[in-house]
């Protein structure tokens, strides 16, 4: 089991940057593989990134590719999701999860954090 706390979120500009981070506990973080996810209000929670246990697979979702850099360092039991030229459109509450399967499915991820509002202002 893995309990996960998510930080970094807050209010950005839009065109701006933020880095969020994903702090596990627990001694076995470097097996689970790990995802961010994003929940707007009124809308459904979406995939934004995922990285396998090793860093050698990583999924971006098509609206933040080329935007966003999702990166872990298991010896800190840390993930991290760069964000940088914010929208307007990336504002939502972003979630950190832990799973045992690789992939862009919620239900791929077992484990969540409480999450950490990003607000982008235009």
Do not use: H
């Not at 969020?20 to 979406?46: D, H, I, V």
């Not at 990285?51 to 609206?63: F, H, T």
């Not at 298991?74 to 939502?92: C, F, H, I, R, W």
């Amino acid at each position: 089991q893995v309990q996960l706390v998510e930080s970094g979120g807050g209010l950005v500009q839009a065109g701006g940057s933020l880095r969020l981070s994903c702090a596990a506990s627990g001694r076995t973080f470097g097996t689970y593989n790990m995802g961010w996810f994003r929940q707007a209000p009124g809308k459904e929670r979406e995939f934004v990134a995922a990285v396998s246990w090793n860093g050698g697979l990583i999924s971006y979702a098509n609206p933040v590719k080329g935007r966003f850099t999702i990166s872990r360092r298991n010896g800190e039991n840390t993930v991290y999701l760069q964000m940088n030229s914010l929208k307007p459109e990336d504002t939502a509450v972003y979630y950190c999860g832990a799973g045992s399967v690789f992939g862009t499915l919620a239900s791929n991820f077992g484990f969540w954090g409480q999450g950490t509002q990003v607000t982008v202002s235009s």
